[in-house]
C-alpha cells in the first residue's frame, strides 16, 4: 500500500485546516491508520488512530474536541480535520497504515506504512 499526505499549510491560531491521506493498493478498511506529527527537534507524536479491531478512533490529549479523523471509502481517503489550531500544533503530519489486527497504535514503530510528510504552521 501506498500513502500520499497532503493539505498542510499556514494558517492563523485559531484557524482550521484539513489534511488527506490517499491510499493506493488494498482497500484501507483492513489497516490501522494513524495520524503523527513531528515538530523539528522533537520525536514523532502520536495525534490520532483508527483501529478495525475496534472500529473507533482515539485521540491525543492535547487534540481532542479539536481535531477529527474521518474516512472516505470511495475516494481512498481519510482525513484528519484540525480546527481551532495553536502554535504548538506545528509539525510535520504523516499518515501511518498497519495490517495487523492488534497494534499498540500510539507507538509509531508499530506501523508498516507511512506517507511523506504534510507541514503545518500555525502562527501566533
Known amino acids: 500500500v501506498q500513502l500520499q499526505a497532503s493539505g498542510g499549510g499556514w494558517v492563523q491560531a485559531g484557524g482550521s485546516l484539513r489534511l488527506s491521506c490517499v491510499f493506493s493498493?488494498?482497500?484501507?478498511?483492513?489497516?490501522?491508520i494513524g495520524w503523527f506529527r513531528q515538530a523539528q527537534g522533537k520525536e514523532r507524536e502520536f495525534v490520532a488512530a483508527?483501529?478495525?479491531?475496534?472500529?473507533?478512533?482515539t485521540y491525543a490529549d492535547s487534540v481532542r474536541g479539536r481535531f477529527a479523523f474521518s474516512r472516505d471509502t470511495a475516494k481512498h481517503t481519510v482525513y484528519l480535520q484540525m480546527n481551532n489550531l495553536k502554535p504548538e500544533d506545528s509539525a510535520a503530519y504523516y499518515c501511518?497504515?498497519?495490517?495487523?489486527?492488534?497494534?499498540?497504535?500510539?507507538?509509531?514503530?508499530?506501523?508498516?506504512?507511512w506517507g511523506q510528510g504534510t507541514l503545518v504552521t500555525v502562527s501566533s
Open positions: 501511518a497504515a498497519d495490517p495487523n489486527y492488534y497494534i499498540r497504535f500510539r507507538n509509531p514503530d508499530e506501523y508498516d506504512f
Open positions: 483508527f483501529t478495525w479491531s475496534s472500529d473507533r478512533t
Open positions: 493498493g488494498r482497500p484501507f478498511s483492513v489497516y490501522n
